[in-house]
Nanobody, 135 residues
Framework: QVQLMESGGDSVQGGGSLRLSCTAS????????MGWFRQAPGKEREGVAC????????YYSESVEGRFTMTRDTAKNTLYLQMNSLKPEDTAMYFC????????????????????????????WGQGTQVTVSL
C-alpha cells in the first residue's frame, strides 16, 4: 500500500518562502512520477510541478517556474518543494501525488510532464498541507 505524507505548509507573508515535504512509503520501484498539485477554494486542482523519478526529468507550471524548485532525497523517498517569492495567489491546499509510469503515455508527456497527462487520475494522493500567503 502506497502512502504519502506531506508537511511544511504554513502561513507566510508575500515574498516569503516555504519548503514542503512529501514522503512516500510502499513504493516498490523507481518507475513512477511524483508531483505537486494545489487547489484553492472554489478553483480546480492544478498541477504545480512534477518529476519522473527514474529519469529525473522535471516540469513546472508557468505560474511557479522560476520561484518553485523540487529536490529529492532518494534514500528517504522524499520529494521537497522549495517555494520562494510567494504570492497571495499561491494560497491553496497543496497535495503530493504519485503514479506508476504507464506504457501508453504519449511521447510528449513522458518525462517531467507525466503528471500533466494523468492529472486527477494520479493513483495515490496525500492528505494535503495548507499554504496561506498574505499581503
Amino acid at each position: 500500500q502506497v502512502q504519502l505524507m506531506e508537511s511544511g505548509g504554513d502561513s507566510v507573508q508575500g515574498g516569503g518562502s516555504l519548503r514542503l515535504s512529501c514522503t512516500a512509503s510502499g513504493l516498490t520501484s523507481d518507475d513512477y512520477a511524483m508531483g505537486w498539485f494545489r487547489q484553492a477554494p472554489g478553483k480546480e486542482r492544478e498541477g504545480v510541478a512534477c518529476i519522473n523519478w527514474s529519469s529525473e526529468s522535471t516540469y513546472y507550471s508557468e505560474s511557479v517556474e522560476g520561484r518553485f524548485t523540487m529536490t529529492r532525497d532518494t534514500a528517504k523517498n522524499t520529494l521537497y518543494l522549495q517555494m520562494n517569492s510567494l504570492k497571495p495567489e499561491d494560497t491553496a491546499m497543496y497535495f503530493c501525488a504519485v503514479d506508476p509510469l504507464r506504457s501508453i503515455t504519449p511521447p510528449r508527456f513522458r518525462g517531467g510532464r507525466y503528471c500533466e497527462f494523468r492529472g486527477q487520475f494520479m493513483s495515490y494522493w496525500g492528505q494535503g498541507t495548507q499554504v496561506t500567503v498574505s499581503l
